[in-house]
């Protein structure tokens, strides 16, 4: 009988405006699978490195045991502690890196039996996320695709950060409905409302704010 993943939220990462939208208080997501594999999913900001150590340790594991690292995107606040693991291989966006030797992938990468890394493109083009089998079901760990539980209900709040907030939408609904679980790129774990239909609540906000400035880089592909 296999045995299934488990999907530990190292910390939860956390998303705060200030000063009228000109600035956000911000780090990401921080998440460990134990599986046939160890895999640490995104780093977070130097201010974390402590932390990691201490839940790593407090699960009996040491940095060396840590078999892949995945980030989702590139941002500063998912790859931060990237370099506390230099056993594990790299994987970011579509790029797989074992110490300098790189190789790489289109859409799907399996990791073991219970874990895939997965295209969740939309925050940007190199955006990806993971699917991990648990024992309580299919766990998503989607780094900024979702910010946090309930962010559908103001979709401005991500769409600021978004390139391509089209994609993004389309693939939100996917994930949706394919996921039990989803942790998110600035919150804690949550389980999947499926009463919620997203794409079409999501589709409708998006049509009211392409009239607006909704993109933080002012570069929004709509």
Same mark, same amino acid.
Request: proline fraction near 2%; hydrophobic fraction near 30%.
């Given at each position: 009988m296999k045995v299934k993943a488990a999907v530990i939220v190292i910390r939860p990462g956390y998303a705060v405006w200030e000063n009228g939208?000109?600035? &956000?208080?911000?780090?990401?997501t921080i998440t460990l699978i134990k599986s046939e594999k160890n895999i640490v999913v995104d780093t977070g900001l130097p201010q974390d490195k402590a932390h990691i150590l201490k839940i790593i340790k407090k699960?009996?594991?040491?940095?060396?045991?840590?078999?892949?690292?995945?980030?989702?995107?590139?941002?500063?606040?998912?790859?931060?502690?990237?370099?506390?693991?230099?056993?594990?291989?790299?994987?970011?966006?579509?790029?797989?890196?074992?110490?300098?030797?790189?190789?790489?992938? &289109?859409?799907?990468l399996k990791i073991d039996g219970n874990v895939m890394v997965t295209e969740m493109t939309?925050?940007?083009?190199?955006?990806?996320?993971?699917?991990?089998?648990?024992?309580?079901?299919?766990?998503?760990?989607?780094?900024?695709?979702?910010?946090?539980?309930?962010?559908?209900?103001?979709?401005?709040?991500?769409?600021?950060?978004?390139?391509?907030?089209?994609? &993004?939408?389309?693939?939100?609904a996917k994930v949706w409905e394919l996921a039990d679980f989803i942790v998110p790129g600035h919150g804690d774990i949550f389980k999947v409302d499926k009463s919620i239909n997203i794409l079409s609540f999501e589709t409708k906000q998006f049509k009211n704010l392409i009239q607006k400035t909704a993109n933080i880089y002012g570069d929004i592909e709509i």
């Open positions: 939208r000109r600035r &956000q208080r911000a780090n990401g699960h009996h594991l040491r940095t060396s045991d840590i078999d892949y690292v995945i980030c989702t995107h590139g941002d500063a606040d998912h790859i931060s502690n990237n370099n506390l693991f230099p056993r594990a291989k790299l994987i970011v966006g579509f790029d797989i890196y074992d110490r300098d030797m790189a190789s790489f992938f &289109q859409k799907n939309g925050h940007d083009d190199r955006s990806i996320g993971v699917l991990v089998d648990t024992e309580k079901g299919l766990v998503a760990i989607t780094g900024d695709l979702f910010e946090r539980e309930g962010d559908w209900k103001k979709v401005s709040d991500w769409i600021s950060f978004s390139k391509k907030p089209k994609d &993004q939408i389309k693939n939100r």
